[in-house]
């Protein structure tokens, strides 16, 4: 079992702010995907809908200004099943984001890419948080001839 | 035992342009360390010197375009005794890079910062070699509190 960790921090920002930005279809669409639609609540499914395809996410778990956790039980095989973790907390004038995508089952080359990616959009996340604008797709910044 | 896993891919590049950003002084100084010194042949160690410290890489291989394979013998004490894989290959336009760095005893923290910083740094050397500019330590992109 091999997974995708990650650690960011929100400059100026609130776990609150944060959480809001995870947890609701105009947050999720300024940083990760423009074509964000679903039901928001614990058991609901987001649709996230890219270029090449979707991912769809069922609400596993909604604490406020702590924690949000989804089951991916639609889009990439390798994705399926897997769960994608957020742990927000302050930390002085920072928002810290503790993100972790796990349950791979094989750490193949597909995993390299999405861990980059992730890295991406988790920096799309910050600028929307620190500056008012994300980068979410499509306009998000492309990483290889994977995009 | 947890991995730090990444894929770019670096676009009109050759596996030949990457390894000697990997495997010459004044390439790893332009994306990511500026201050860096020391061996670059197998054998010989690398220093790497950031504002909060420094790192210390052993080569232990080197296979012109294809493979670089280093290991941490000075730093953070979780990255002691470590490994920094990068593996090279042609894919149409693009010069792929997977990277590893394994070896971690324990998914901490700091390793969820490192994995993102790796990312940023990878974006680095993409730029470096894309635009001629990369964003070596100390004028890289900043993620957290951490730096």
Redesign the interface.
């Known amino acids: 079992m ?8 929100v ?1 100026g920002s609130s776990p609150d702010e944060v959480y809001e930005a995870l947890t609701t279809l105009g947050g999720l669409s300024d940083w990760w995907a423009t074509d964000t639609s679903g039901s928001v609540t614990v058991g609901g499914v987001l649709e996230f809908r890219f270029e090449p395809g979707g991912i769809d996410m069922q609400v596993l778990e909604l604490t406020p200004g702590e924690r949000v956790l989804w089951e991916v039980v639609g889009g990439p095989a390798e994705w399926i099943g897997t769960t994608v973790n957020w742990e927000i907390k302050q ?4 928002a ?1 984001i ?3 995508h796990v349950g791979w089952k094989e ?1 193949v ?1 597909f ?3 999405c ?2 990616k992730w ?2 959009f ?2 799309s996340l ?1 600028s929307l948080l620190e500056t008012g604008t994300g980068n979410p797709d499509p306009r998000d ?1 492309a ?4 995009h």
Do not use: C, Q
């Open positions: 091999v997974d995708i960790l990650h650690r960011i921090g400059k930390e002085g004038e920072y810290i503790l993100f972790s750490p080359e995993m390299h890419h861990s980059t890295a991406v988790l920096m910050k910044v990483i290889s001839n994977w």
